[in-house]
């Protein structure tokens, strides 16, 4: 089931929410399990069985001390994530739920967690349908007071407005933004020959299309959450600002990122170990990274492109501090790093989405040649080129508004109207108000959007 789908929207979401409002605080726990199993059967009816076998080996494993039953409740859900990932099989969501075990079970070996014997409580964390298909991934700890029905009731009507709010920010992301640029990807793929504008073009588009849609899915999600009461952690911030690969991935995927370096690379040794060592770690996380979203070759190239950029990065500040220490202090210089740095950054990112959405090596490597050399995709006549020329000018718009979103620039500009709301009488009353409307209005623009459109995948589903 989708979240921008007119089933979810309509019928699902607020069932879910009635039940979980007037049902006990006992039985709550109960109801999030059997609704998200009807919202995963829903499209995967016969994986439900695999999911609830996972969560069962791990619960019954995780109460046995030692270290080999710890060692098979981390295994087996991973050996079934890697049988699937390779027979080209995707149970939806196997790749996010398979780490929240795997994170459950490590973190109550090392006894930063109590093991949970509820085997429904641990179930309704599994299975918590706003994040189960495609994240952020939530460790228990994030969670646990909230499945304990350890919630403020002060905050509930405040949590209310503001998972309202950040559903429809997510599902406008998804449904006006992402769809959109995704025809946009479509139709430019379909074509035999671009324009060097064009080319570039369906670069920017690939990367803001899989963006959009993936921290639209998140936004949805952190805003369902909020709704009942679960705080998960936030997946993205901004990372097309960043200046450097590392600050990028402090800002994309952040769940995904924190989990490797908790539960891998810090027990391999981090940072705290020789060149060649830490060389070593890079690799073999990002090696990791890849296949996590799949054992396609594109997926392992993706991950390596960005090891080898990390190594670079850090190479590069060493030598900076031993030899250009002095490099960038002045006004002009910083204005100069600060460039170069960004548009390095933009380049790599653009170069790397075109890696991850094409798992045909020879396509992802014409595309990127195609950035600079026009002739592997040439134009063969006049025609060919006006209709190039018209289906960027077609989609100009879409493109811009995507490039500003991608930024704090909304974010800071809506802050400041709120701010001058509030200095005036009943501003509190006005902005509160204004929320409700905008959220309505944006609800009811992408539920036209989904009843005209036909484009309407989430790009991480298959992950």
Not at 361 to 372: F, H, P
Request: glycine residues 8%; proline residues 3%; charged residues 15%.
């Amino acid at each position: 089931m989708l979240f921008s789908s007119i089933t979810f929207l309509y019928i699902f979401l607020p069932l879910v929410l009635l039940l979980y409002a007037f049902v006990p605080e006992q039985g709550r726990n109960l109801v999030l399990l059997l609704m998200s199993l009807l919202f995963y059967a829903w499209g995967e009816p016969i994986y439900v069985l695999l999911m609830l076998a996972q969560i069962g080996i791990v619960y019954v494993l995780s109460g046995f001390k030692g270290r080999i039953f710890f060692l098979l409740s981390v295994l087996v859900p991973f050996a079934a994530l890697f049988y699937f990932k390779f027979s080209n099989t995707f149970p939806i969501g196997i790749s996010f739920y398979t780490f929240q075990l795997a994170s459950y079970s490590i973190d109550v070996y090392r006894g930063q967690v109590a093991r949970q014997r509820n085997f429904i409580v641990l179930a309704a964390y599994v299975t918590l349908f706003p994040q189960l298909v495609a994240g952020p991934i939530v460790r228990y700890s994030d969670v646990e007071n909230t499945l304990a029905n350890k919630r403020n009731v002060a905050d509930r009507y405040a949590n209310l407005e503001y998972g309202i709010v950040r559903f429809a920010i997510g599902l406008g992301k998804k449904v006006l933004i992402a769809n959109v640029i995704g025809e946009f990807v479509t139709e430019v793929s379909q074509l035999s020959g671009r324009t060097l504008a064009l080319s570039w073009g369906y670069a920017i588009a690939v990367a803001l299309q899989i963006y959009f849609d993936f921290s639209g899915y998140s936004d949805m999600a952190i805003g369902l959450g909020r709704m009942m009461g679960f705080y998960f952690p936030e997946n993205f911030r901004y990372p097309f600002i960043s200046g450097s690969i590392s600050e990028f991935w402090r800002r994309w995927h952040i769940t995904l990122g924190s989990w490797f370096r908790d539960y891998m690379y810090i027990p391999m040794g981090g940072n705290r170990v020789g060149m060649v060592h830490w060389i070593f770690n890079i690799f073999v996380v990002w090696g990791f990274t890849g296949l996590w979203h799949g054992a396609e070759w594109n997926f392992i190239l993706w991950g390596l492109l960005f090891a080898v950029l990390l190594i670079f990065e850090k190479i590069c500040k060493l030598i900076n501090q031993k030899f250009m220490p002095s490099i960038g202090s002045k006004e002009c210089g910083k204005w100069i790093l600060s460039i170069v740095r960004h548009g390095y950054v933009v380049f790599f990112i653009l170069i790397s989405f075109l890696i991850f959405h094409n798992t045909d090596l020879e396509r992802a490597a014409t595309d990127i040649v195609s950035l600079w050399n026009n002739n592997v995709l040439a134009i063969t006549d006049t025609s060919q080129k006006l209709v190039c020329d018209y289906m960027l000018r077609n989609r100009i718009v879409i493109l811009a508004i995507g490039l500003v979103a991608a930024t704090p620039l909304p974010v800071i500009l809506w802050g400041r109207f709120q701010k001058w709301l509030r200095m005036h009488r009943g501003g509190d009353t006005a902005v509160h108000l204004l929320r409700a409307v905008s959220s309505v209005a944006l609800l009811l623009l992408c539920t036209a959007y989904i009843i005209d459109g036909s484009f309407n995948p989430f790009l991480y589903f298959r992950f």
